[in-house]
């Protein structure tokens, strides 16, 4: 597995495809135990950093997510925005300088991102946040290395098991067990990201 930038914004590309496509279902799954608007402001987001990443000619994929995060921190008002964007900002740090990104390399950089959510948020598991997604697929991406179908099961269970949990953090923490029954937003949209991923690394 290598990612070079053409790549990247291939994957930024394929996320906002499902991000678009499952606009109102995010949407939807904010609206029982949040404001609403989860979906909105990911279509904003990913629609606006897509536009950015293919105007450009990037040397390295540092450079593509670097610029979707800061994207994504400026056009997305909600708690995803900066979220998201530290995700991407970490991963580029993380990053930098390598024109091709090897397996190891680039976990390494899903590793910066999840640590930068956590860090921002700080949420740790189990709070019934993006983290829920992120921690277990970054950590079977470290167990089992790059597999476009493992990669795929791990993200979609890790999103469905955030349906049990109870919110303690963001907005669906004022709905403390009245949250249990819905499956989180963010761990959803996070959901798309990876499954983004795994489609392009796998076709
Ligand atoms: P807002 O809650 O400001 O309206 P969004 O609806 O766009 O923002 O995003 C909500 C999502 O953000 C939640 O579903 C959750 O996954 C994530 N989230 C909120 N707060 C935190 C936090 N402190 N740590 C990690 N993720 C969080
Ligand atoms: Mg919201
Ligand atoms: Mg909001």
Redesign the pocket.
Known sequence: MEINATLAVQWIEKTNEKIQENKEYLTS??RPI??G??GL??SRGFKEALEKVKAGNYPTPADVFKDVAMTLVSK??????P?FGTAFLKMSVATAGQQVLNESAFVKGLEAALDG??Q????TTG?????DVWEPVVEWLQDNGFEPEGLLAEAEGAMNATKNLTAT????AYFKEKSVGHI????AS?YYVFAALAEVLGG
């Open positions: 799954l904010d949040g404001d608007d989860h402001n990911m997305v008002g909600g708690a995803s925005g979220l959510i956590k921002r948020g700080k949420a709070e019934k946040t993006m983290v953090k963001g907005r669906a989180d937003a963010g761990a996070s």
